[in-house]
């Protein structure tokens, strides 16, 4: 598995938009508790399609929560979206 933190990373914190899958997205990255946990929520700009998902640092581990949807979704977009 990719490295977390790394995958939350590679978008800034507040809204950006991105590209996965041959669609844009709108994305909000949010940092809380001075790093210790942080939130994804994506909008599929023009569709229905949702990805969200909560990071938690514990005990120099991190571990993702997606939000009502495989894990495997959520790493399947962090992992391939691009900038818009």
Request: proline residues 5%; hydrophobic residues 40%; contains cysteine.
């Amino acid at each position: 598995m990719n490295d977390l933190s790394a995958l939350f990373a590679r978008l800034p914190e507040g809204w950006s938009e991105v590209e996965y899958d041959g669609r844009r997205w709108g994305v909000t990255r949010t940092v809380h508790g001075d790093g210790r946990s942080e939130s994804v929520l994506a909008e599929e700009l023009g569709g229905t399609d949702l990805v969200s998902a909560n990071l938690y640092r514990l005990d120099g581990r991190a571990v993702l929560k997606p939000c009502e949807m495989p894990e495997a979704k959520v790493l399947d977009f962090l992992e391939g979206l691009a900038p818009a």
